[in-house]
């Protein structure tokens, strides 16, 4: 069965993308085939794993406006097993658009459900807000994963996001789950990092993964070559940790 994992927080810049595009490379590096929804306007995901939006012809905003078959909107990346549903700017409109449409929550869920036996995990990067997009997302979802970076307002803004999941599960998805909670970001040289990581696992308990994301630039200079870390640099720190987080997702999943 596949398993369908919204990576959401409303923050910008927490570390959605970096790991919906390493989570999923790494899934799909033990054999996974591993579909990535990006359902950010800014389309990160789909530069970071080599997609030109320039020549993206329908993107996932064709699917939900204009219901067109997610199939024809579908790209492979370089790496096997992992392909993507791109997003480009025009997605910035379906948030408006949207609030006219009829069952505008339900549009993406719908949608996955043609290709659902296709793939054994289905990520989606949600954008930094909590509007349309992340509501469809979170409606054809079985579980979020909440990046948290590891700076000292961690834990602000998350009781939105708590509460716009509570709102999911009572009207639209009732099995809606937190599939957990990384730690992004830490930064070895400060005291800080420990005290975060204290006050993030108080309130998520066993919520929250073993493995923490440190602060890597080979992780943030990946996207500009188009590549997942695990084929920009395979032997590197950043590789290593994201393929750590993946067992801790199949661990919990198969
Ligand atoms: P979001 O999708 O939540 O906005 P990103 O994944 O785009 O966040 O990360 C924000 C910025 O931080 C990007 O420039 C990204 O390359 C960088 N970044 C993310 N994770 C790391 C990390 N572990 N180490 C270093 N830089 C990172
Ligand atoms: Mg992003």
């Known amino acids: 069965m596949v398993h369908i994992i919204s990576v959401a927080n409303q923050k910008g810049g927490v570390g959605k993308t970096t790991t919906t595009i390493n989570l999923g490379a790494s899934l799909a590096a033990v054999g996974k085939r591993v579909l990535i929804i990006d359902i950010d306007p ?26 067109i078959p997610i199939k024809e909107t579908i790209h492979h990346t370089s790496r096997k097993n992992l ?19 009829m069952a505008r929550e339900t549009r993406l869920k719908q949608s996955i459900d043609e290709i659902e036996n296709d793939y054994d995990y289905i990520l989606i990067d949600c954008p930094p807000s909590l509007g349309q997009l992340s509501i469809n997302a979170f409606t054809a979802s079985n579980s979020i994963l909440i990046p948290v970076q590891s700076e000292f307002y961690a834990l ?11 709102l999911v599960q009572k ?4 099995n809606l789950g937190v599939e957990g909670v990384l730690l992004t970001m830490l930064d070895a040289r400060t005291n800080l990092g420990a005290e975060v990581v204290n006050e993030v696992k108080n309130y998520f308990g066993d919520k929250v993964y073993e493995t923490i994301i440190p602060r890597i ?25 994201y393929q750590e987080l993946a067992s801790e997702v199949l661990a919990a999943n198969d």
Do not use: C, W
């Open 156 to 166: 602000e803004g998350l009781s939105q996001l708590l509460n716009s999941i509570r």
């Open 217 to 241: 630039t080979k992780l943030a200079e990946a996207p500009s070559y188009g590549k997942p870390i695990i084929d920009y640099d395979p032997k590197s720190r950043g590789a290593v940790v």
């Open 171 to 174: 009207h639209f998805n009732k």
């Open 42 to 67: 800014q389309g990160n995901a789909t530069s970071g794993l080599g997609i030109a939006k320039a020549e993206v012809d329908k993107d996932v905003y064709n699917v939900l406006v204009d219901e």
């Open 83 to 101: 392909d993507i549903v791109p997003a480009t700017i025009q997605l910035a409109g379906a948030e408006m658009e949207l609030t006219s449409l």
